[in-house]
């Protein structure tokens, strides 16, 4: 049987974007910035973009701020545009659930600096 089942987590590079559709629907799209496992010079992220239509999923996005990590889970879609001689094909993940992601475990924990007391003679 096939799949096609897409989990991705990384931060949001910015604001989403909602577009209304004919149908009546929002659009709604971001992007996903995912930093890559095995890093080369010149290509250390990708930037994956997401949409939904789903208002629920929107609230939630529309929530984060710049930055903030993310785990979404849907399916990879082809979407085609424009006139037969110039088309333009663009791949992005139709997002079907999302949630808060924790910290990515090679960051290094939080300590605040402490000023040492310092006596004057």
Known sequence: MDH???????KLS???????????DTQTSWRLVIRRAQPRPGATVDTIRCVTYQPEITAFVDGLGSGD?????????????GPSYA????????????SAAPPPQDALPF?????E???VP
């Open 4 to 10: 096609n089942d897409v989990r991705l987590r990384g």
């Open 117 to 119: 007391e310092v006596s």
């Open 87 to 98: 088309k333009i094909w663009r791949y992005e993940v139709e997002v079907a659930s999302v």
């Open 14 to 24: 910015g604001k989403p974007e909602h577009r209304p559709m004919p149908s009546g």
């Open 69 to 81: 990590r993310m785990e979404v889970e849907g399916e990879l879609r082809c979407r085609v545009y």
């Open 111 to 115: 300590s605040p600096v402490v000023a």
